[in-house]
């Protein structure tokens, strides 16, 4: 009953470093998204993906990079984490079909000093 | 562009008062809606959806009703809980025959119900 799982869920950087966001679904999905969520602004989409080795940019992917290279796993990077990428960040998956309905993890905080 | 407005939060209530969060949308073409819910601490989840026009969702006491005709799903519940205590987003997705787009929420709106 793993579902949607994300690692780390808390980290603190110093602006500049770099870091690796990882999320994981059991569940044969063939979209995974990345999610900011921040105070009044709701979610905003930050890359997504709608296979293994596809990947393509949502609504504010600058700063960041993605991959997904298995089915199961999509990786977030910060090349150069800046203050303004403080945030809680989410992964989501969902499944083909007209469903539509996606599935969380529980978020990661993210801190960059 | 394709949206979704929801009324500013946050609201307070006392247990068992009425609840309506207020959501319109703007789409091209026939989007399926989604009311999804956030606890402290938690990540998203579904809580009703409806696919097409005066398709009522319904989960937990809360309802929602698809009006194409004023663009609105409004969130609903007769008398709510403490425990409803949350963050509720309005959502749409539209659908291209067979397949579908991303996913666009609102920004959502705190509810908080006092004992």
């Known amino acids: 009953n793993a579902g949607v799982t994300q690692t780390p869920k808390f980290r603190v950087l110093k602006t500049g470093q770099s870091m690796t966001l990882l999320c994981a679904q059991d569940m044969n999905h063939e979209y995974m998204y990345w999610y900011r969520q921040d105070p009044g602004m709701g979610l905003r989409l930050i890359h997504y993906?709608?296979?293994?080795?596809?990947?393509a940019k949502g609504e504010v992917p600058d700063g960041y990079n993605v991959s997904r290279l298995k089915k199961q796993n999509f990786l977030l990077g910060l090349e150069s984490a800046a203050p303004s990428q403080t945030s809680v960040y989410f992964c989501a998956s969902r499944g083909q079909g007209n469903t539509g309905e996606l599935f969380f993890g529980e978020g990661s905080r993210l801190t960059v000093l | 562009g394709n949206s979704v407005t929801q009324m500013e939060g946050p609201v307070t209530l006392s247990e068992e008062a009425f609840l309506t969060i207020n959501c319109t949308y703007t789409a091209t073409g026939y989007p399926s809606l989604f009311w999804y819910v956030q606890y402290p601490g938690e990540g998203l989840q579904l809580l009703l959806k409806?696919?097409?026009?005066?398709d009522k969702g319904s989960n937990k006491g809360f309802e929602a009703t698809y009006r194409k005709e004023t663009t609105s799903f409004h969130l609903e519940k007769g008398s709510v809980q403490v425990s409803d205590s949350a963050v509720y987003f309005c959502a749409l997705i539209l659908n291209y025959g067979g397949s579908q787009g991303n996913l666009i929420f609102g920004k959502g709106t705190k509810l908080s119900v006092k004992p």
């Open positions: 409806a696919t097409k026009a005066d």
């Open positions: 993906s709608v296979g293994e080795g596809t990947t």
